[in-house]
């Protein structure tokens, strides 16, 4: 992983694939390249290092009408010159880039390698660009069908040959690719970010799909399971043993200035400053206030159906896990229905046993994240019902769910989530009151509830204003070379998400404990130099979280309570970060919110590159 571009058209290749790599810089990388196709073949440059790098190095001749770029995340090998992508074969006609992990890398090189290919570099990819040469096939199409056929893995990739000029053949297994559509030109990319400047007409490619691209159009196809390919028989026509999937357009409504962090200091600070419009968003439409309730028809689940849910299992990565959590929680506390979040990227491991009067949830920013997507592909094998909680309309995890409820969050660039995130707390709160009012939930409750969803915008616009006193307490944290956040029950999820944002841009040791749990372990480390951020909601636990802060207090350890205004902290020490009350069950969310801005205020404080924090990449589509 992690980005590709590629472009079939009139105009000169090399300026659009870079300006492209620029618009995937977000999601992480560690080096960069570009390969075009000219009068004079294959011309490739590549480096470790930042895309600015390698368009100031960029040889004077680099012409060539058809191109393809990428971003590296290392997988195999250091992140050096030769390991960046693209990557040619012996006779430097054929280039590839690749997302995804290519699971028999390592004997398909012992392979060439006994058949005299020199294997330049570390990288699983490589072995595709000598498979794709070495195919007797007399298409492009052919030839990389006959290499997909030889490896077991995870793919998105974009090839060109010098002896097939006039296109470009690309496919996907599991890493997103996208082509977009323009007039008499066509690109290609792992991300619509690299798209939006020039067209909003894409197409997405289905897993098991191929695609050749020129510049007047695209056909999609799947290898035919009936048909052997790794024969190496020639075909007979064009694209034999192909079977066309005829894949529909769709002109997506997107603002490309979505894409832009515009007068902001960082995508990440403007994300969060977007929070009170997209929670109005996911909102707008879906609310009952006749009866109480939430209108969710994506569910594709009447009352019926809904009522005999006996269970609620969300599933998610990360941060996305972690509002799982809090997800789970208002649906116990709404529709009384047992419900857990659990780590997609664990699920699967255990082989979990799959009940049909489950209803499980997919939740998931980019749609694409490869663990979230596995979870749900098992769950569907099984024969269970998945709903997805997805952001980003038309992503993997969307297409292979039962149906859900997309997030209306906009694009979120920076790798860490603020807004997605909001906005699937919110998605969980529908959630929870269409399943609570479907049982015992009353209509005065249901009512209750969405006064409080109603008054979410506001009061987040509320936190999002006392931005610099936020950012004063942010550069105290940052001084602490370790820190906990704290929470209970409710606040606990708070808390982990509190410690996540913090570790993954500021690279302070932040960890999440249940404050309930220090005593029986992490008390040994509260000292002066290690602070806590707790969370203290106004709520039936608010003492017992007192007499924790107590505790710490005792052990001169600095606090941070993130409280409703009125919670009497008593004699304690601290600096308290009053947030608005709304219905207990929706405070953590107001809770989670200025633990973003401290997060992003530290790692500014630190001068960290917000955007793009090292060794992360946005979305994760390799295992
Ligand atoms: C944290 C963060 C990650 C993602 C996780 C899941 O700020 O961004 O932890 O939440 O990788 O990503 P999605 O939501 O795209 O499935």
Request: net charge negative.
């Amino acid at each position: 992983m992690c980005g590709i571009v590629g472009y079939v058209g009139g105009q000169q290749a090399a300026p659009i694939l870079l300006e492209g790599l620029t618009k995937l810089e977000h999601r992480g990388y560690d080096s960069a390249g570009v390969a075009v196709l000219g009068g004079s073949g294959v011309k490739v440059a590549k480096q470790a290092g930042r895309v600015r790098d390698l368009t100031d190095g960029l040889p004077k001749r680099f012409g060539g009408k058809v191109g393809i770029g990428h971003t590296r995340w290392a997988t195999h090998g250091p992140a050096n010159d030769v390991n960046a992508h693209p990557h040619t074969d012996a006779a430097g006609k054929v280039a590839v880039v690749h997302n995804g992990i290519i699971d028999n890398a390592a004997i398909l090189r012992e392979r060439l390698a006994d058949r005299g290919v020199e294997l330049l570099s570390d990288t699983d990819t490589e072995v595709l660009a000598h498979l794709v040469a070495a195919s007797t096939a007399d298409t492009l199409e052919g030839k990389v069908t006959d290499a997909l056929a030889a490896i077991h893995g995870t793919y998105g990739i974009a090839v060109m040959h010098a002896d097939f000029p006039d296109r470009l053949v690309v496919a996907r297994n599991g890493s997103p690719l996208i082509i977009g559509v323009g007039d008499k030109e066509m690109y290609v990319a792992s991300d619509l970010a690299a798209l939006v400047r020039h067209t909003t007409t894409v197409a997405h490619l289905e897993d098991g799909e191929l695609a050749t691209v020129t510049s007047t159009g695209f056909t999609t196809y799947r290898e035919d399971p009936g048909v052997p390919v790794d024969s190496g028989a020639k075909r007979g026509n064009s694209w034999g043993g192909m079977t066309s999937t005829g894949k529909e357009e769709t002109t997506l409504d997107i603002d490309p200035a979505d894409y832009d962090a515009g007068e902001h200091a960082s995508y990440m600070r403007k994300e969060i400053l977007e929070q009170p419009d997209a929670a109005e968003r996911v909102l707008r439409g879906r609310l009952d206030e006749r009866f109480g309730t939430a209108h969710l028809g994506g569910l594709n689940m009447d009352a019926r159906d809904t009522r005999a849910i006996r269970r609620v299992k969300v599933l998610g990565c990360g941060s996305a896990y972690y509002v799982g959590q809090m997800g789970a929680a208002l649906v116990e506390e709404l529709a009384r229905i047992p419900a857990d979040a659990e780590a997609a990227s664990e699920f699967r491991y255990r082989n979990p046993i799959i009940e049909p009067d489950t209803l499980y949830v997919a939740v998931s920013q980019s749609g694409e994240t490869i663990d979230t997507l596995l979870a749900v592909q098992e769950i569907r094998r099984k024969g269970g019902r998945v709903i997805g909680l997805v952001n980003v309309v038309g992503s993997a995890i969307a297409r292979e769910c039962d149906g859900g409820i997309y997030l209306h969050a906009g694009p979120e660039v920076a790798v860490a989530s603020t807004k997605a995130l909001t906005n699937m707390f919110v998605g969980f709160a529908l959630l929870a009151l269409q399943l609570g009012r479907v049982r015992d939930l009353s209509i005065a409750d249901g009512k209750r509830l969405i006064s409080g969803l109603l008054a979410l915008p506001g009061q987040i616009a509320e936190i999002l204003e006392r931005e610099d006193e936020l950012a004063d307490v942010a550069v105290q944290l940052a001084e602490a070379d370790s820190l906990f956040f704290v929470g209970r029950v409710r606040g606990f999820p708070v808390a982990r998400e509190g410690a996540q944002k913090f570790k993954e841009i500021s690279y302070r040791h932040a960890e999440a404990y249940q404050t309930s749990e220090l005593k029986h372990g992490p008390l040994a480390l509260i000292s002066p130099e290690v602070p806590t951020v707790a969370v203290v909601p106004e709520d039936e636990l608010t003492d017992r979280n007192v007499g924790a802060l107590h505790e710490i207090a005792a052990r001169r350890g600095p606090l941070v309570v993130v409280t409703h205004k009125g919670v009497d902290l008593g004699d304690v020490e601290a600096t308290r970060i009053d947030v608005p009350r709304n219905e207990r069950e929706l405070d953590p969310i107001l809770l989670t919110l200025p633990l973003q801005l401290l997060a992003y205020h530290a790692a500014r404080h630190l001068g960290h590159d917000i955007d793009k924090p090292r060794n992360l990449a946005k979305s994760v589509t390799v295992e």
